[in-house]
């Protein structure tokens, strides 16, 4: 069964860190890129991050910098570390899984239900 769970949305402070972390089946996460998009009622699903299981990594020219997306093959997990947040970094963020290497959402196969991150300035 396919399943994608995050956690580790929360609400912070501009300026603060958190870490996000999907947790994937176990065929997904050694069979599919994975990835983690974003998005707001006034905006479509943006990419933010991706990595393949080599660990190359993809990032969004608005993160780059403050975000770093790792795997950890321990717990089958996908990790999105979030440094120097931005009110404009609040979205509901969403792990993916997909066969391309992107940063497109029409390209991501299996979705999570997402987990919310609001930063306050």
């Known amino acids: 069964q396919v399943q994608l769970v995050e956690s580790g949305g929360a609400s912070v402070q501009a300026g603060g860190s958190l870490r996000l972390s999907c947790a994937a089946s176990g065929d997904i996460y050694n069979s599919y890129y994975m990835a983690w998009f974003r998005q707001t009622p006034r905006k479509e699903r943006e990419g933010v991050a991706a990595?393949?299981?080599?660990?190359?990594?993809l990032l969004a020219d608005s993160v780059a910098g403050r975000f770093t997306i790792s795997r950890d093959s321990a717990e089958h997990a996908v990790l999105l570390q979030m440094n120097s947040l931005k009110p404009e970094d609040t979205a509901m963020y969403y792990c993916?899984?997909?066969?391309?290497?992107?940063?497109?959402?029409?390209?991501?196969?299996?979705w999570g239900q997402g987990t919310q991150v609001t930063v306050s300035s």
């Open positions: 990595i393949s299981s080599s660990g190359s990594t």
């Open positions: 993916a899984a997909g066969p391309v290497f992107s940063l497109t959402q029409t390209t991501y196969k299996f």
